[in-house]
């Protein structure tokens, strides 16, 4: 199977390029490689990759309606993965546009190649954002989801839009997933487990939001690429054009409070953090948690890897990461 894999330096879009591409799978990634966070972390994702025979790489800004078009000209897709967004809730405070112009004209531009191409199964990232305000726990696919408290969610609720009016007007085969807090090596630095491990071995304090009263569906990264590579690797169950999109949670489906995850990465740590008590952020919300009946009946699989075990195989990265980037650099000054 020939894919694109849109995101391809990013957190989720590496390691799931990685997995599609040890199952033998021909993966061409795509990536702007811009500077919402260290660029230097996505160069090296990429460096994971460059060793399989059947990936390449183009360096490409899914805004660039002209680019992605000629690219899907060029290239047949059997199917097209789409991780490729503006991510982080806060950031959609300070800069709302870059949220507008990826996530919504970029995921037009990924949906106008797919039709153009008539691409088989287009799978693309949604949010556990999407649910918003609500409070019916769990989150179920089929609830509303009308009230979203960010931008970022209103922009991920319209890709769901989007891509369930394509799939009704031209017969694509769409698979949303509704992503919950996803963690684990090679993650996002903005994102809470990074940043707390961070400041934890590095003996500075943390911030934590709504005096720690959250709860978060924390989901191990392996569990999020093992229901990629099954959803992608399966055909759309889809006959019906009412039936040719659709949605999935994924997540893990056991909340865990924040200071509860905290505490698993002091233990994974070694250290004690020091902890500030801050208000609610804007954007927030206090709980997420999935359910995952719909996944597990689609393809046989949920997220279940435990929160200890999930969180110490990130710390022993981090560790090994960091340890390798600051031996280089002492070596380049010598």
Not at 88 to 108: C, H, I, K, Q, W
Not at 145 to 153: E, H, I, K, M
Request: hydrophobic share 45%.
């Amino acid at each position: 199977m020939k894919l694109l894999v849109t995101g391809a330096a990013g957190f989720i879009g590496m390691h799931a390029s990685k997995a599609l591409l040890e199952r033998g799978h021909e993966v061409l990634g795509l990536d702007s490689l811009n500077a919402y966070y260290d660029p230097a972390l996505k160069r090296a994702r990429l460096e994971q990759l460059r060793p399989y025979p059947k990936f390449s790489f183009e360096k490409l800004d899914i805004a660039d309606a002209p680019a992605l078009e000629a690219l899907f000209a060029a290239h047949p897709f059997d199917c097209v993965l789409h991780l490729a967004a503006q991510a982080g809730v806060r950031y959609s405070l300070e800069n709302p546009m870059a949220y507008v112009t990826s996530n919504v004209a970029g995921f037009l531009n990924v949906l106008e190649g797919c039709r153009k191409a008539k691409t088989a199964h287009l799978v693309y990232a949604s949010s556990s954002s999407v649910y918003g305000a609500n409070t019916e726990m769990p989150f179920r696919e089929e609830q509303r989801v009308d009230r979203p408290v960010s931008l970022y969610a209103a922009t991920k609720r319209a890709g769901e839009l989007m891509a369930q009016s394509y799939s009704q007007l031209y017969g694509i085969a769409c698979t949303g997933l509704r992503l919950f807090t996803v963690y684990g090596p090679w993650g996002r630095p903005d994102m809470a487990f990074f940043s707390f491990t961070r400041a934890i071995l590095e003996g500075k304090p943390i911030r934590v939001f709504n005096g720690g009263n959250m709860q978060r569906d924390f989901t191990y990264i392996d569990d999020i690429v093992e229901s990629l590579v099954r959803i992608v690797e399966r055909p759309h169950p889809g006959a019906a054009a009412a039936d040719r999109h659709r949605l999935l949670n994924v997540g893990c489906g056991a909340p865990v409070k924040l200071l509860d995850f905290v505490h698993a990465i002091e233990r994974a740590a070694g250290r004690k953090a020091a902890i500030e008590l801050a208000p609610m952020q804007p954007g927030d919300v206090e709980a997420t948690w999935a359910s995952t009946e719909r996944l597990r009946a689609e393809i046989g699989f949920a997220p279940a890897t435990p929160l200890e075990d999930g969180i110490a195989r990130f710390v022993a990265w981090y560790r090994s990461y960091y340890a390798g980037r600051t031996k280089k650099g002492s070596e380049a000054a010598a």
